[in-house]
């Protein structure tokens, strides 16, 4: 089965708008949790517009479930993990003025990088997650630093779900299947959302956890958390 990982930044980025403590993040990460998510999800950046690193420390006292931290690994981001230890880390190649995620990495131009990275994290007992495209070569790249997972970039699929669907999915099938094939576990995230994950999971045989934060705060504000986050859980049932 595949799990849900609910990415709690979007209720950073409502607290952060007014100042306070309203949303609390704690309080929601346990809420999420108590309606069904099998894991939480932040990715502090260096400016700290949503998830504040403190949040971090007050989240790894009190959550559950499965705790992943995604980001680029800069020094404060490593310094982070090690204090941390959560039970993932997801490198992401985000530049620090960069919007949102928008791109893998090049692994074979990152690759002793990436590899000292995977070396440390792993030695911490963390498991490790690279953030890449669908291209089959650089996932073998991924493969030979040692990595435990990589997490698939989900945005185009999602752009090209709503009038192609079987074209969309296609290369992240191949992608799973080779990643698998090469060792790897496969997460997934990006613009995944009730409309698109149910199609994507089926057609994915070997998805292990996908991470969602935008869509499924965005929907919990007409359904609320509880019911968005059962639909979800739903529709990786299969």
């Known amino acids: 089965m595949t799990k849900l990982s609910v990415n709690v930044n979007k209720i950073a980025t409502l607290r952060n708008a007014r100042g306070g403590n309203l949303p609390n993040v704690v309080e929601t990460a346990l809420a999420c949790e108590r309606f069904g998510a099998q894991g939480i999800t932040v990715h502090p950046r260096p400016d700290e517009r949503h998830i504040r690193y403190q949040d971090v420390f007050d989240l790894k006292k009190s959550i559950s479930t499965e705790f992943n931290i995604e980001g680029n690994p800069d020094k404060r981001f490593i310094r982070l993990i090690e204090d941390i230890h959560p039970a993932q880390v997801t490198l992401v190649p985000d530049a620090p003025d960069v919007l949102t995620s928008n ?22 007992g963390v498991r490790t997650s690279i953030f890449v495209d669908t291209d089959l070569d650089n996932i073998e790249w991924a493969a030979k630093t040692g990595t435990n997972r990589v997490e698939l970039y989900t945005e185009r699929f999602a752009a090209q779900y709503p009038t192609h669907p079987a074209d969309a999915v296609a290369p992240f099938a191949a992608a799973s299947q080779h990643a698998h094939e090469m060792g790897l576990e496969v997460n997934a995230g990006h613009d995944l959302n009730q409309a698109n994950l149910r199609y994507f999971a089926s057609q994915l045989p070997y998805l292990d956890e996908v991470s969602i934060g935008h869509a499924l705060i965005s929907e919990a504000l007409f359904d609320g958390l509880e019911l968005t986050i059962a639909r979800y859980r739903r529709a990786l049932e299969f």
């Open 103 to 124: 791109a893998g990495w090049e692994v074979k131009k990152n690759f002793e990088h990436l590899c000292e990275l995977i070396v440390h994290f792993k030695s911490l």
